[in-house]
């Protein structure tokens, strides 16, 4: 979502059998994050993640025709990524925030980050790594991205469970945000669709199929949901799935990992874990000096 701070976001794969390395980062995401949770219950003084699992209370408020009940994760997703960023900056990472140029390609928008980072004292890049998501459509010519349009509409309560459903032209899903006393609901997926303004029609839709399903966030004074807000991003779809690989462009070294669709935080860690192994054959193979 363009708001981060108002996204919402927990463990449900979107991987199919087709694509096996993409089942193979929600699992290794999934044991991370449980991993997560466990050190932070065994040292209180550790930095907490916003991460929760939640307990399976299925309740099923209409027909169903098949049901699938397990543990997830739900995550604040403002809080995870401060805690990220954190652990970055402990590590050594610096951000530097500045706007690069697209209109020329991605070999011109390496030089000018490049500069960016030297200005502020860095070394030249060894390596560099592309996450620029949707953005990538146009930076790198890449013509396998597309829009999934999505919106949800954010509401005071924290649900106590996370669902999914779908069911004939609709689907709905309940996410809450641990310890931020509000919940996601939503929501949309809309495949080429590059508007980001939300449609008042699908709210009053959201809302409906919610009501169905946490009708115990309803407390608002006429007897509906407290609103807080209503937001509508573009998640980075692509045709046959997220690129993570290496590429040498006009010289310099790139790991590209965009794409991920709406499974971003559920393929993660997965991806990280594959991005860093790239990152590290590329380091590998550069000259000590060079690196000097």
């Known amino acids: ?81 401060l805690y990220l960023q954190e652990r970055a900056r402990k ?28 200005s502020e004292g860095r070394s030249k890049a060894d390596c560099f790594v592309n996450a620029t998501g949707l953005g990538a459509a146009k930076l790198c010519g890449d013509e396998a991205m597309y829009p999934i349009r999505g919106q949800t509409v954010l ?12 069911g004939v032209d609709y689907g709905a899903y309940c996410i809450p945000r641990p310890g931020s006393g509000s ?36 407390r608002g004074p006429d007897g509906g949901f407290e609103v807080i807000s209503v937001q509508c991003g573009l998640r980075p779809g692509r045709h046959g799935g997220a690129r993570v690989e290496t590429e040498r462009v006009g010289g310099k070294r790139v790991v590209h990992a965009y794409g991920h669709a709406g499974g971003g935080y559920q393929n993660s860690i997965g991806s990280a874990r594959l991005t860093l192994r790239l990152v590290e054959e590329i380091l590998a193979c550069v000259p000590v000096a060079a690196r000097l």
């Open 183 to 218: 919940t996601i609901l939503g929501g949309t997926k809309e495949k080429d669709v590059w508007s980001e303004t939300p449609d008042p029609n699908v709210t009053e839709q959201i809302l409906k199929h919610a009501a169905l399903n946490i009708p115990e966030l309803m």
């Open 155 to 166: 509401v005071k309560g924290e649900a106590k469970t996370i669902f999914t459903r779908s």
């Open 1 to 81: 979502m363009a708001d981060l701070s108002r996204a919402g976001a927990h463990w449900h794969t979107h991987a199919t059998p087709e694509d096996p390395r993409a089942c193979d980062w929600d699992v290794q995401t999934y044991e991370y994050w449980v991993g997560v949770l466990e050190r932070e219950g065994r040292d209180e003084q550790l930095p907490k993640a916003g991460l929760k699992v939640k307990p399976p209370t299925p309740r099923l408020a209409m027909r169903v025709l098949a049901a699938v009940v397990y543990r997830a994760v739900a995550v604040n997703v403002a809080q995870y990524l």
């Open 91 to 118: 590590s050594g990472a610096v951000v530097i925030k500045a706007r690069l140029p697209v209109e020329q390609g991605l070999q011109h928008a390496l030089e000018v980050a490049e500069r960016e980072a030297m």
